[in-house]
């Protein structure tokens, strides 16, 4: 997970932006009648039998349900298989507070739900604003590029992954669930809490993450000496500096030098 410079107050700023947002959308008339527009316009132009079923399924996707079981084999898969309990841990945290961070905002904001007529299947859930399918969305992409982002996969996750959150976006609004500003909102709510995150993993628990019994058992040690390693051979070679990697594994000085190292990168 990347160490991000100033990620509190960021995430603060972020997070009141869309609080804002979500504000004059739902108490005000600046906004409401445009989203409501851009919705009939896609729900009356769009809308077909076959891509009514494409639409339900791809929302069916993110939904909550399919949520958790994704992120819980997908973390399960790391930890139990991969024994990558740091990656483990971060994805999880990431996904999981990056997603529901919306219900936050939801009893903030309070918008009401789209008019049910124009459903496709009508919303018996939460509030409008934020969208938790599509904060969902951003959350497994951004934890997918915190992966992948020092390989030569990053770019595809990119693109991929801009394209499943427009996808997922769009589908909302089709199926008559959400405003557009719903699922823009999502993206800054989700955005603000993966900021928050960021921050409390570098400061706070990463450099604890040893003491916990089941990190050490799949392989916590090997795992943060093999990173310490990499990443001090890149620092290295661009720096000339020594790595880090002769620092105790898992323990306060190596997670904490880690921590440091990101932190003069960027």
């Not at 898969?77 to 996904?95: I, Q, Y």
């Not at 959350?139 to 693109?159: C, P, Q």
Request: a positive charge; proline letters at 6%; aromatic letters at 8%.
């Amino acid at each position: 997970m990347p160490y991000v410079r100033h990620w509190l107050r960021n995430s603060i700023l972020l997070f009141a932006a869309a609080i804002t947002l979500g504000l004059v959308a739902a108490h005000t008339r600046l906004i409401q009648p445009h989203d409501l527009q851009l919705d009939r316009t896609i729900q009356t132009h769009l809308r077909a039998p076959w891509l009514n079923h494409v639409m339900e399924g791809i929302s069916a996707l993110a939904s909550p349900v399919a949520g958790v079981v994704i992120l819980a084999l997908w973390s399960g898969w790391l930890l139990f298989v991969r024994k990558r309990p740091m990656r483990a841990a971060a994805t999880f945290l990431v996904v999981a507070v990056g997603w529901n961070s919306t219900q936050v905002a939801k009893a903030i904001v309070a918008r009401p739900r789209p008019p049910r007529q124009f459903m496709l299947d009508p919303e018996i859930g939460s509030n409008s604003f934020p969208s938790g399918h599509t904060a969902f969305t951003v959350a497994a992409v951004v934890a997918a590029y915190f992966l992948l982002r020092e390989t030569r996969h990053r770019r595809t996750v990119v693109v991929c992954g801009v394209l499943a959150v427009l996808l997922v976006a769009f589908s909302r609004m089709y199926v008559g669930a959400h405003y557009p500003t719903d699922t823009f909102g999502s993206v800054l709510i989700a955005g603000s809490a993966i900021l928050f995150v960021t921050g409390v993993w570098h400061a706070w628990l990463l450099p604890r993450l040893h003491k916990v019994p089941l990190m050490e058992r799949y392989g916590l040690s090997r795992e943060l000496a093999e990173e310490d390693a990499a990443q001090g051979h890149a620092y290295g070679h661009h720096h000339g500096a020594v790595p880090h990697s002769r620092r105790r594994a898992g323990g306060p000085a190596a997670a904490g030098g880690r921590h440091r190292r990101h932190a003069g990168r960027r």
